[in-house]
């Protein structure tokens, strides 16, 4: 477990209430979200304690660095929270805003978003742990700013993505990489139904297919040719 900070947030709390004013607020425990919102300042990961336990109390390890506390504080630059952080850390005090992933949770939020970025930008030449923490939140948001638009802005990304490869043998889960990977995996979630039928009509509707080839949860009975 680690600890996540805003400087700014506890220490003007232990400014006004005290050594014991320090919280930590929920969305701060979401390790996508890596900006205070209300002060578009970036979380400060404090050392790791010296027993686990203590890695849930917010007050003794403010104390334990607060001059690391004030340091960041003075130093932080602002930094705008990401349309991703910003809707993640929403879902957390409203209700979901009508959309197709309304049902979807906050990792299959991250994963789905973060796996289709790295289909448009690195296909299966490039893996999420070869990113560093910067990176991995730009490409989660750039992921996440098709998704949000919705089925024909996701189509669109995805037909790019069959012209970019195009061979004389297409293969969709080549050309989506691990954007389909990560739909295969979840395709007896239910809350991915829409998603995984959007694409599953794409594929049907875009590419040559052979007897008994699945294509996440159909599989073919006849061949389909181009």
């Known amino acids: 477990a680690i600890t996540r900070v805003c400087p700014r947030c506890v220490l ?22 890596r900006v205070r919102r209300v002060h578009q300042t970036t979380l400060l990961q404090l050392p790791n304690a ?12 403010t104390l334990s660095h607060r001059e690391c506390l004030r340091a960041s504080r003075e130093q932080a630059a ?12 929403d879902r ?3 209700p979901a805003p009508k959309s197709w992933l ?17 289909a448009m930008n690195f296909g299966a030449s490039l893996l999420v742990s070869s990113l560093n923490e910067n990176e ?14 919705g089925g024909a802005a996701l189509l669109q990304t995805l037909d790019a993505l069959r012209q970019r490869y ?21 395709k007896d979630n239910p809350r991915l139904a829409k998603i995984r039928k959007c694409v599953e009509q794409f594929i049907l509707g875009k590419y040559p297919l052979q007897v008994g080839k699945s294509v996440l949860s159909k599989q073919m009975v006849q061949p389909k040719y181009m």
């Open 136 to 149: 991995v939140r730009e490409a989660t948001n750039s992921g996440f700013r098709i998704l949000i638009r």
């Open 78 to 89: 602002t930094r705008a929270p990401t349309l991703f952080e910003n809707y993640v850390c």
């Open 92 to 94: 957390i005090w409203f």
């Open 50 to 61: 010296d027993h686990a336990h203590k890695t849930y109390d917010i007050v003794h390890r």
């Open 166 to 186: 195009s061979t004389e043998r297409p293969y969709f889960s080549k050309d989506m990489g691990p954007f389909y990977v990560w739909l295969k995996e979840g």
């Open 102 to 118: 309304s049902d979807w949770d906050l990792t299959e939020l991250l994963q789905g978003s973060l796996a289709l970025c790295m």
């Open 12 to 33: 003007d709390a232990m400014e006004r209430h005290g050594e014991a004013g320090p919280f930590q607020n929920l969305e701060l425990l979401l390790l996508c979200v």
